[in-house]
């Protein structure tokens, strides 16, 4: 009698660990996660997807961060992430991808999903102009007027090609100006007209859930001065004067950040909470971007992806 029950008891802490596993966000395809303008993986330690990638991972989902150039046309960067997807397609046998961008990010897996639908299970884009940034918009008019465009382009140039040497990736291509041009209002205008899948149907609407097999999805913030503690919330506090009295995060309005499905437009969140920047800093009541991404990891294992 002592025996058997010392082998249920054996039996029963063998199977509990599986029983208590997170499948929470074990999605059916690997996420990838596509970093915006002046972006990378990792630098030591600082993850640009502050947290993220691990709390995906602890869920169960096969997750993997891409890099592209820090500053380039949404087109040379979409073909860079097309490269990694087919060699990881390559290397593990992966069929199709669940894609992640975050602000210039969107227009990249956008790019993919266009060209390559069949590598593609679903695109979620966080804080995307995709009706372009009036930030973009301002920018380009200024230096133009004050004749420093070279200058100011050089500059970001040298910074681009700094956090990617520091970041492993030194060979990358950088172009600010390309970068500045893909996310004004008429390069993503132009965008639009030849990559427009899952375009919204109207001003500041939804678009569809699906288009080529691919599922859509998009969500933005409309916060700016959210932690007294985070050093970039002043500088999109000052950025955010280009759009008046729109709401915005700081570079992306409200209405731009639509695509697809939109699951919520207006988080209390700036341009770089939305991705857990800045260590995690956040309003003291505003939602966990960590929790979001593994919520929508979920509704895209929910939804067979």
Known sequence: MLKRLFLALCLCLLLAPAARADTYTQTRYPIVLVHGLLGFDAIGPVNYWYGIPSALSAGGAKVFVSQESAANSSEVRGEQLLAELRQLKAAYGYTKFNLIGHSHGGFTVRYVAAVAPELVA??????????????ADGIKRDA??????QFIA??????????????????????????LESLDTPGAQAFNAKYGAGAPTSSCGQGPATANGVRYYSVGGTSLWTNIFDLSDPALALTATYF?????????????????????????????????????LRGLFAPDPVAFFRSQANRLKSAGL
Not at 122 to 135: A, E, N, R
Not at 144 to 149: D, E, L, Q, R, V
Request: charge should be negative.
């Open 244 to 280: 008046g009295s729109e709401p915005n995060d700081g570079l992306v309005s409200k209405c731009s950040s639509h695509w697809g499905v939109v699951l919520r437009d207006d988080y209390p969140w700036n341009h770089l909470d939305e991705v857990n920047q800045a260590f995690g």
């Open 154 to 179: 050089s500059i970001v140039d040298a910074l681009a090609s700094f956090i990617s040497w520091v970041s492993g990736a030194p060979s990358l291509p950088q172009d600010s100006l390309a970068a």
């Open 122 to 135: 679903s695109v979620t884009t966080v804080g995307t102009p995709h009706q372009g940034s009036k930030v």
């Open 144 to 149: 133009a007027n004050t004749g420093t465009t």
